[in-house]
């Protein structure tokens, strides 16, 4: 056999196998590992195996990392360099929503990628310790209210994270002003409970998949939780912040988006691969597994809900003097 004939066997041989073994999904998760994001792409790959036959599409889900400017980062490299590849997944959060309201993501709006599905949802809460003289979030804000000085409040991120503003906007619907709370901030839920426990803080708002984490303890109390009505689970006996006068909902979402450019096909075929995971019996378990309560949503149905929220968002950050 020739040198050319070798090569050009070779080359049809890689061509085969390439054909046979296309590169597999990846799931972008836009932070470092550990976290929400990386949760929300460990349950789309264990929730799709099931279901992957059925729905034509590849189980084996890679997961990469892009971590950088709150999501930024990943956001940008879809839209300069990835916007048609049309089996790459990128994790957001109604944080990821947060940001892009309040215009850290630059000029970019909820209409630049395509929004895939909506796997689960967490909620926003408020806890003090065991020991705290507040047993009711009214009696919390009422104190904040007459001395704001005197309560700090941990929270994740500084002025503008979703921990600030759920504080905020209790704040003011209890009577009292935004500016005067008394918060410090911290990277996230886990030192805002240490912080509290340790009695460096003497109030949290953070989320419920933290809280869930050290209420077994005995050692703190959710005063309430930003959800339509009450959770199951752990939290089950812990009132909702409507149930006291305070009309705050706040969920926090966990879900998939794609580049804008992607053909329909394939976007269509990813929406309905989640579509028929989470009709899955047993999705409802393994979404528990992983610290989410439901909250499933696809597609156009999804990308409605994107764009409200988005603006939402971006009325409530102006009302408070974060957006001009």
């Not at 929406?271 to 989410?292: D, N």
Request: hydrophobic share 45%; glycine share 12%; proline share 6%.
């Amino acid at each position: 056999m020739t040198i050319r004939a070798l090569l050009f066997t070779l080359a049809m041989t890689l061509a085969a196998q390439a054909g046979a073994n296309p590169r597999a999904p990846e799931c972008v998760v836009p932070a470092k590992p550990g976290g929400g994001m990386d949760l929300t792409c460990k349950l789309a790959r264990k929730g799709l195996e099931p279901v992957a036959k059925q729905a034509q599409v590849n189980p084996a889900l890679r997961i990469t990392y892009l971590p950088g400017g709150i999501g930024a980062v990943a956001w940008s490299s879809v839209l300069s360099q990835r916007r048609a590849e049309p089996d790459t997944l990128v994790a957001f959060s109604g944080g990821s929503l947060l940001n892009l309201a309040q215009g850290k993501y630059g000029k970019a709006s909820a209409a630049d990628v395509r929004w895939v599905a909506a796997v689960g949802a967490d909620y926003g809460m408020v806890a003090v310790r065991e020991d705290s003289p507040y047993k009711t979030l009214r009696e919390l804000l009422d104190a904040i209210r007459r001395n704001p000085g005197a309560i700090s409040i941990g929270a994740g991120g500084t002025v503008g994270s979703q921990d600030w503003l759920k504080m905020s906007i209790l704040m003011r619907q209890a009577g009292g002003e935004p500016k005067s709370l008394r918060l410090v901030a911290f990277e996230g839920g886990g030192e805002s409970f240490t912080a509290l426990l340790g009695g460096y803080v003497q109030a949290v708002s953070g989320d419920v998949s933290e809280a869930a984490l050290y209420v077994p303890t005995g050692k703190i109390r959710v005063l309430a939780v930003l959800a339509d009505k009450r959770l199951p689970g752990p939290l089950a006996h812990i009132p909702t912040a409507r149930e006291q006068g305070f009309a705050l909902d706040w969920p926090i979402i966990r879900g998939l988006y794609m580049g804008p450019n992607v053909p329909d096909k394939d976007y269509r075929k990813w929406v309905a691969a989640f579509e028929k995971m989470m009709a899955q019996p047993s999705f409802e378990q393994l979404r528990a597994a992983h610290g989410l309560y439901p909250f499933a949503m696809t597609g156009d149905a999804l990308t409605g809900y994107v764009k409200n929220t988005v603006e939402e968002y971006g009325r409530q950050a102006k009302e408070l003097g974060l957006l001009r």
